[in-house]
Nanobody, 124 residues
């Protein structure tokens, strides 16, 4: 069983930055694709970004492209999400996800393991 623990959320003003981290355990990290999703109040969970096992393939939702950067450190069993130029509409609970697939998908059902989430609030 894979355990995922997110950290780094918080309250930030519009235009600010945050860096989320997700530490994984329970399986060799380099055998997992990793992703970030988010869920705002009253909305469905949505894809934010994903990174393949090796880190060689990355994709982003259009809404965060150019502002967010995903990365992974396989030596530290950790995936990161650097969030810059934050907007109020980025306010949500951010979830880390892991998939046994090489790359994972953009659908929630594509992912096998989930963290508990970390709250990100962007004030206007």
């Amino acid at each position: 069983q894979v355990q995922l623990v997110e950290s780094g959320g918080g309250l930030v003003q519009t235009g600010g930055s945050l860096r989320l981290s997700c530490a994984a355990s329970g399986r060799t990290f380099s055998t997992l694709a990793m992703g970030w999703f988010r869920q705002a109040p009253g909305k469905e969970r949505e894809f934010v970004s994903r990174i393949s096992r090796s880190g060689g393939s990355i994709s982003y939702a259009d809404s965060v492209k150019g502002r967010f950067t995903i990365s992974r450190d396989n030596a530290k069993n950790t995936v990161y999400l650097q969030m810059n130029s934050l907007k109020p509409e980025d306010t949500a609970i951010y979830y880390c996800a892991a998939s046994r697939a090489i790359y994972g998908g953009t659908a929630v059902r594509s992912w096998d393991y989930w963290g508990q989430g970390t709250q990100v609030t962007v004030s206007s």
